[in-house]
């Protein structure tokens, strides 16, 4: 099945999910949607704990890491509306050692005046079966663990929580805890 339609229809190969209204528009990234992609990320960075970068990225950064990810095969996903992008998908490496090569992160970011209107749920399919053409074995999400709404993301789509490490990272002047989420593909 195919993602790329102009209108995203409520049903797909992992099931139905909620939608949006509008005309959200999923489709691949290109190197000029690096800016809409660092302005949903930096926002994430400096107000919430889905990231634990605490500075905001430069453009030049975004770059780099969008031409690292079409060099190596890591699949990037946008949610377009109107012209502007709403959300962003990705798969990265999970460890750079050899032996990792079949196992991969994903990352899911959804602006913030968007979040809570379905969006995620639109860029997760995509995601996975990119994993499953690249012939990845398995997906990890590794996730704050007070962001409830990824981890429901996450376990709608078959992700099972396999790791919970305690005061693991420190933002915001307190101690975070992150869960890691697996899904075979």
């Not at 990824?150 to 709608?156: M, P």
Request: charged share 20%.
């Amino acid at each position: 099945m195919s993602y790329f339609s102009p209108r995203v229809t409520a049903t797909h190969a992992l099931g139905k999910v909620p939608l949006p209204m509008g005309n959200v528009r999923l489709r691949p990234a290109q190197l000029e949607d690096c800016p809409g992609i660092l302005e949903i990320y930096n926002e994430a960075v400096l107000t919430t704990t889905a990231s634990y970068d605490v500075e905001a990225r430069t453009l030049d950064h975004r770059v780099a890491w969008y031409e690292d990810h079409v060099r190596n095969d890591f699949a990037i996903f946008v949610a377009e509306d109107a012209g502007q992008i709403i959300g962003w998908s990705a798969l990265s490496r999970f460890h750079d050692r050899f032996g990792y090569r079949y196992t991969a992160e994903n990352s899911v970011y959804v602006r913030a005046t968007h979040r809570g209107q379905g969006i995620g749920s639109q860029l997760l399919p995509p995601l996975l079966e990119a994993a499953t053409n690249r012939g990845l074995h398995t997906v990890i999400a590794v996730i704050d663990a007070s962001n409830d709404a990824s981890i429901r993301l996450h376990t709608r789509f078959a992700f099972s929580q396999v790791g919970h490490f305690r005061e693991v990272g420190h933002k915001f002047g307190r101690w975070l805890d992150v869960v890691y989420l697996q899904r075979f593909v």
